[in-house]
Nanobody, 123 residues
Framework: QVQLVESGGGLVQPGGSLRLSCAAS????????MAWYRQAPGKERELVAS???????NYADSVKGRFTISRDNAKNTVYLQMNSLKPEDTAVYYC?????????????????WGQGTQVTVSS
């Protein structure tokens, strides 16, 4: 059973930056694609960025050019650097492993989600 622990969220003004971290347990981390999802109030959870086991990133159009995903396989950790934040980025952010080839077709592979980390962008 993989455990996922997200951290790094907070309250930030529009245009500001945050760096999220997701620590995963288990030896499987280094061989799977990892992703960040977010869920805003009243909306479905959406995938915003993924990174392959060798470090190839993919981004949803809504965050492209502003967010950067990275990973450290030695630490079983995936990161999301978020710059130029907008109020519409406000959501709870989660990580998970994913299968699939594109942002549109990827699906989470771990049935148990972490608690997420709240990101609020507001002046």
């Amino acid at each position: 059973q993989v455990q996922l622990v997200e951290s790094g969220g907070g309250l930030v003004q529009p245009g500001g930056s945050l760096r999220l971290s997701c620590a995963a347990s288990g030896s499987i981390f280094s061989i799977i694609t990892m992703a960040w999802y977010r869920q805003a109030p009243g909306k479905e959870r959406e995938l915003v960025a993924s990174i392959s086991r060798v470090g190839n990133p993919n981004y949803a159009d809504s965050v492209k050019g502003r967010f950067t995903i990275s990973r450290d396989n030695a630490k079983n950790t995936v990161y999301l650097q978020m710059n130029s934040l907008k109020p519409e980025d406000t959501a709870v952010y989660y990580c998970n492993g994913v299968s699939g080839a594109t942002i549109a077709t990827m699906a989470p592979i771990f049935g148990s989600w972490g608690q997420g980390t709240q990101v609020t962008v507001s002046s």
